[in-house]
Nanobody, 125 residues
Framework: QVHVVESGGGSVQAGGWLKLSCVAT????????MAWFRQAPGKGREGVVC???????IYEDSVNGRFIVSKGNAENSLTLEMYQLKPDDSAIYYC???????????????????WGKGTQVTVSA
């Protein structure tokens, strides 16, 4: 069984920053692609950033230049530093683990097998 746990969400004013962390534990097998997704109220879940199995980082345009993804110190761990936050960044942020998190230069959830429960990020104007 695999458990994915996110931490670090919170509330911040526009222009501020937050750092999210994620760790996956258990029988992860050969899965080593990790990604962040988010879902705002009334909207579908969207990709944010992928750290694929080759170590490449794929950012969606909406966060490119503002967000930074890094491998954590522990195996199957991930951090997301979010800067210059905007109210549109408000959402529940989910971390996921799988074998593939990108396709044609975009973040995809199709290859993600395990998901965390999410952490809330709220950015006020």
């Amino acid at each position: 069984q695999v458990h994915v746990v996110e931490s670090g969400g919170g509330s911040v004013q526009a222009g501020g920053w937050l750092k999210l962390s994620c760790v996956a534990t258990g029988s992860t097998g050969s899965r080593n692609a990790m990604a962040w997704f988010r879902q705002a109220p009334g909207k579908g879940r969207e990709g944010v950033v992928c750290l694929n199995s080759f170590g490449s980082k794929i950012y969606e345009d909406s966060v490119n230049g503002r967000f930074i993804v890094s491998k954590g110190n522990a195996e199957n761990s991930l951090t997301l530093e979010m800067y210059q936050l905007k109210p549109d960044d408000s959402a529940i942020y989910y971390c996921a683990l799988g074998r593939v998190c990108d396709k044609w230069g975009r973040v995809t959830e199709a290859g993600m097998d395990y998901w965390g429960k999410g952490t809330q990020v709220t950015v006020s104007a």
